[in-house]
Each structure stands twice: as C-alpha cells, then as structure tokens.
C-alpha cells in the first residue's frame, strides 16, 4: 500500500497496485479507515460486513486515462435507534454514492463546458485524455447547483434577444454586487412580476423605459422607487435626435450621414478629435435648428452625467418651446414616466451595467454555436467563468 503524489487521494485511501493498458491507468485504491459514520444517524460505526467495489474514473495524469477500482467497506450501524443497519463508507469530498466519476473529475467536465461549448468542450477534452462526451458535459453543467438569490436592493431589468427579432428574455442583474442574478424566458410583464414579488427587500427597480417592466415592477414591488435606466433614456434620446436631424436634411446637405451626425451631436465634446469638432460646428453653423437641437441635447445629458434631475423641469419646459417634433415626442414620453425618470437623473446606482450585462449574455450566446435552449444559458450566465 503507498501514496503517490502524482495521484493525490483523501486520507484513509491508499493505492495497492497500479496497471497500465495501453493509455489506460488500472489503480486499485483501498479504503484503510477503521471506522466510517453512518450517513443516516452519523453514528461512528466500526463493526465491518462486506467489502465492495466501485469502478470510478479520475482525471488523467500525464497523458493516461485514469480508472479506480475502489475497495471500499460496508459497515454494520450499531445505533439501535437507527433504521440503517448496513452502509457503505462514503468518500464525500471525493467521490459522491453511485457516482462514475471522481467530484474533481466532474469539476474539470463543469470548467470545460462553462468555458466553452459542449461540442469544442469535447474536442478539448480528447486532447486533454479526458474521455467524454457532448452529452455528459451538457448533464454535467445541467446539475450544476446555482446559489440561491442573495436579497437584492437594487435590482436592475432589461430584454435581451434569444433569437434577434424572435424571442426575448430578461435579464436580472443586481447593480450593488454587479452581478447577474436570474434569466426568465420571456420578457413578459406576468414573468417579471412573480419573480420580483419574492424579493419584498427591494428598494429600486432601475428599468427601460415605461413598459412592461414597469407595469412589474409597479405590481412587484410597490414598496420600490422605480428608476429609467440612463441608458434607455440616452438610447431613446438619440433615436429622437436622428429624427430630427431628417428634418433639417436640406440645410445639411454637405455634412455627414445623419447617423454620424447624431453621433457628434450625443458625444461629450470634450471626447471628440479634432475632426470632429470642425463637423459638428460646420453642422451647427449651417442650421438654426440643428443648433437648437444640439443645445438641448448637450443640456440633457449634462443632467445625466452630473445627475441633476432638478434641471428636468426646466429643460422640458425649453422642449416645449422650440419647434422640434421629434424632441416634443421625447419630452412626452419622459412626462409619462416622469417620476421614474427624475429617480434615474438622480440616484447614482443607476449607471447602465445591465447594458453590459446584456452584452456578455450576447457573447456567451454567440460562443454556444450549438443552438443550446435557454436553460444551458441561464446555467451559463448565472456561472460566471
Ligand atoms: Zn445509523
């Protein structure tokens, strides 16, 4: 009986004999320990019935497949209060009961699917000598437990496509610990308001703007200020302004395409080259109504970026006054949402990372070419690799 350092074992195994088939390992590990807790009343037992053999298969070592032939013991519980008159030792942080393969084993199945697909996951796995399949690294991140839901103050919400222009999800991410913490698979209101009504701990609700998750989180959680998503609101904005700017195409003629133009009017002028301030004042110069635009749209993300809702007021009020549709439209919807929208110019928890979340769910979708259900990618995004 020894140990090996190239084929670390729990305490109280020990390796008898070693066999090599071709690039297959043959270890026959016995079990030493003189005594085993029984797993129902976890009485220590001593009394041994049988041996027993499993057949397990470990990580390989140096290019060889490993195979255990564990002999472990059954033992007689002598609690006479216990039901349990006969178990077999368990070797829990090693291999669970009736299990195939050793837990480490497992983990590195879970890495590679988590890290890949299960389609490259198996190829990389054959290179690594680690025999598998699509199949079992699917099962394998199928049981992987998810942690419960750590109570959430802020929650943040947003859509997500699953199949662009098909289907939709939601994404729940909790913006204090920046972390994703649940997909539905849709995105309807119901969905949204089940899952928020078990979180009776929330304090802000940060979502697009008025819509279904409004509706959610107005039913959800009634005790929770709701907050417009900075993000939403800018996006929604600079839709506004490509509209407008259609409008005063005539006078622009010489300018850029009006979706570059809508991208000089919406950045921080401090961010902008040379080159594109010359645009953007060329732009300025050759339309009065361009200029009005762009003043306004400059003092609207000021409140976003400084967070000074207080100015929301006064800024629709300049809305109103000038002449612009496509702006009177916008300051519309704002009206409608209006509490919501003064909490997302005014809380400071409310900065957009859901928008980044929603871009890693669209990565991890891309990386599973093999058209995988929501389910594996909810396992994959609440599995952070
Ligand atoms: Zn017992």
Not at 185 to 213: C, F, L, M, N
Not at 241 to 265: D, H, I, N, Q, Y
Not at 322 to 337: K, M, Q, T, Y
Request: aromatic share 8%; hydrophobic share 45%.
């Amino acid at each position: 009986m020894f140990s090996s350092p190239f084929l670390p074992l729990p305490a109280g195994l020990e390796i008898a004999t070693t066999n090599m088939r071709d690039d297959l390992l043959v270890v026959q590990v016995f079990s030493t320990k003189v005594r085993s807790c029984c797993p129902l009343c976890f009485c220590p037992a001593e009394r041994r019935h049988s041996q027993y053999t499993r057949m397990v298969a470990d990580l390989p070592c140096a290019g060889f497949r490993i195979q255990l032939i564990l002999h472990v013991r059954r033992f007689f519980c002598d609690n006479a209060n216990c039901i349990r008159k006969i178990f077999t030792e368990r070797l829990p942080a090693f291999v669970l009961p009736w299990a195939g393969l050793t837990v480490r084993f497992c983990e590195a199945l879970q890495s590679l699917g988590l890290a890949t697909c299960r389609e490259l996951g198996t190829r990389l796995a054959a290179r690594l000598a680690i025999p598998t399949s699509p199949t079992t690294i699917l099962r394998r991140l199928m049981i992987l437990p998810l942690d419960p839901v750590k109570s959430v103050i802020h929650l943040g919400i947003d859509d997500f496509a699953l199949r662009r222009g098909k289907n939709y999800g939601t994404v729940l991410v909790d913006l204090q610990r920046h972390q994703v913490i649940d997909l539905l698979p849709d995105r309807k209101a119901e969905t949204a308001r089940v899952w928020i009504q078990k979180h009776q701990e929330i304090k802000v609700v940060s979502r697009d703007r008025a819509g279904d998750y409004a509706t959610a989180a107005r039913q959800g959680a009634p005790q929770a200020l709701e907050a417009a998503d900075r993000f939403h609101l800018v996006k929604n904005l600079a839709e506004a302004v490509e509209k407008a700017l259609v409008s005063c195409r005539a006078e622009l003629r010489k300018g850029p395409k009006t979706k570059e133009a809508t991208w000089l009017f919406i950045r921080h002028f401090a961010d902008l080259k040379e080159k594109e301030r010359e645009e953007l004042a060329a732009l300025r110069q050759a339309s009065a109504r361009a200029e009005t635009i762009y003043q306004l749209v400059q003092a609207f993300l000021q409140m976003v970026r400084t967070l000074q809702g207080e100015h929301l007021e006064s800024w629709l009020r300049s809305v109103r006054a000038c002449h612009i549709p496509e702006l009177h439209s916008f300051a519309n919807g704002v009206e409608r949402d209006k509490a919501a929208v003064l909490n997302g110019l005014t809380l400071s928890h409310n900065n957009g990372q859901t928008e980044g979340q929603v871009t890693r769910i669209k990565l991890i979708k891309r990386m599973m070419y093999d058209r995988a259900g929501f389910a594996l990618l909810r396992q994959r995004v609440l599995h952070r690799f």
